[in-house]
């Protein structure tokens, strides 16, 4: 019978972040991953907060050497052509102002390539079959490999499988978001060329109108990401007249500064379809278990927050489990820690999306929108900073805008729960706000 300290269940970003934060403590880790890396997968565009958060970890130097493109910032832009650039630089100085746009094929297995690097023990194409249990409590999985079974116990099992959820959906955690009832419709585009683009090399695009948006994300010297972001009911009452590839094309249409970004590029490959993706848990620990990343919640992709947040969680569920198994402090009461710490992340992400829909994607629209109550005692440059620092990934910070947006009932999700301010980034001395 095979025992570890941990089972971890997904080879994403969460779990391998999870993997690495364990192993680096001398954590006997198994990871079970079904498929076979490098793999596709959505989320190309990350934050500076995530390129501390690997410096942290001791690999943004090795990071730097994966040919990952430079970005640098993000440009807005509207159906009339008008641009508004958010550069990392505003928010202020002392903070890392650049990250990575990624083909997250390469990136995920560069982070599973670290964790099985630094003594993980990692299997792919292995599926969990089952989930074990032993007078009621999770004990383990019985995993298929090859053909063959084979049963692996831990003292904690860390759900790391992202929409798959297979601990998630055992115990029936996972709820409906109905504030952000979107789909994605995305595809990649090869010979690209970024001299077409006469904004900043590397910056995400947003193109925008009417709570619809695209995205486009230059992932390679010569490939390009672009997406439709839409209403589901929107989608559906335009799939009754017209395919996903005629509706990607007639949104395509109206934004002529992002077709002349993709003046000598193709698509490649079918459409990819990325349906009504926002779900979340109000319990994510257990007595054996945690959920990290999407298996406790999954978000829209508008703020690029995605694997951040992720990798995040997983680091702190690793630090997490290494402190219950030393016996630091009561399970319960560090279980709850981390279950706060998630939520406080995902939480101030999602009320920074509410807020920013409600604008209509306008970034500066919505920095006017705050009541003059809430920011006489504030400078409008330094309120810009705090607001491009969220977007960089400072969601567990505690300032006059992440207080007003804690502060709006209408941008609830979560259960009530006691906030922690523990950036995973940037510690207290390092921390700004």
Not at 59 to 74: H, R, S
Not at 325 to 343: A, G, I, P, V
Not at 351 to 375: G, H, M, Q, V
Request: hydrophobic share 35%; aromatic share 12%.
């Amino acid at each position: 019978m095979e025992k570890w300290d941990a089972i971890i269940i997904g080879g994403g970003p969460a779990g391998s972040t999870c993997a690495i934060t364990l192993a680096k403590k001398g954590r006997k880790v198994l990871l079970l991953e079904k498929g076979v890396f490098p793999r596709f997968h959505i989320g190309e565009s990350q934050l500076p907060f995530m390129n501390k958060l690997l410096q942290n970890l001791n690999l943004l130097e090795e990071a730097n050497q994966q040919n990952f493109i430079k970005k640098t910032g993000a440009e807005f832009v509207n159906r009339m052509g008008n641009t508004q650039r958010m550069s990392f630089t505003e928010q202020g100085s002392g903070w890392i102002s650049d990250t990575f746009q990624v083909e997250r094929a390469e990136f995920d297995h560069f982070l599973l390539k670290q964790a099985r690097a630094i003594g993980a023990t990692i299997y792919e194409n292995t599926k969990v079959a089952k989930l074990l249990f032993k007078n009621n409590r999770l004990q383990g999985v019985m995993y298929e490999q090859g053909g063959k079974k084979a049963e692996a116990y831990a003292s904690f099992i860390i759900d790391a499988s992202g929409r798959n959820g297979i601990v998630a959906h055992h115990y029936k955690l996972r709820k409906t978001n109905n504030k952000l009832q979107n789909i994605a419709l995305f595809r990649h585009y090869e010979n690209y060329n970024e001299t077409y683009f006469d904004g900043n090399p590397g910056d995400i695009q947003v193109a925008y109108d009417e709570n619809r948006w695209m995205w486009t994300i230059p992932i390679s010297k010569n490939r390009i990401s672009v997406g439709l972001v839409i209403n589901e009911e929107r989608l559906r009452e335009e799939q009754k007249n017209a395919t996903n590839e005629e509706i990607f094309e007639a949104y395509l249409q109206l934004f002529p500064r992002v077709q002349k970004r993709l003046t000598s590029a193709n698509p490649i490959g079918k459409m990819r379809v990325e349906s009504n993706f926002c779900y979340y848990a109000d319990s994510l620990t257990g007595p054996d278990y945690l959920l990290v990343g999407d298996s406790g919640c999954f978000v829209d992709p508008m703020f690029s927050g995605g694997v951040f947040l992720a990798m995040a969680t997983g680091m702190k569920a690793g630090e997490t489990l290494d402190q219950i198994l030393n016996k630091q402090n009561s399970e319960q009461q560090l279980l709850q820690n981390y279950e706060n710490f998630y939520k406080t992340g995902y939480d101030t992400y999602l009320r920074f999306l509410y807020w920013f829909y409600e604008s209509n994607c306008d970034f500066y629209k919505a920095l006017n929108s705050i009541p003059t109550e809430c920011t006489e005692e504030i400078s409008k440059k330094a309120l810009t900073q705090l607001a491009v620092q969220l977007a960089c990934g400072n969601y567990w910070s505690e300032n006059l805008l992440t207080g007003y947006l804690r502060s709006q009932e209408k941008y609830t999700t979560f259960k009530a729960f006691t906030a922690v301010y523990e950036c995973p980034s940037y510690s207290k001395d390092e921390s700004k706000s």
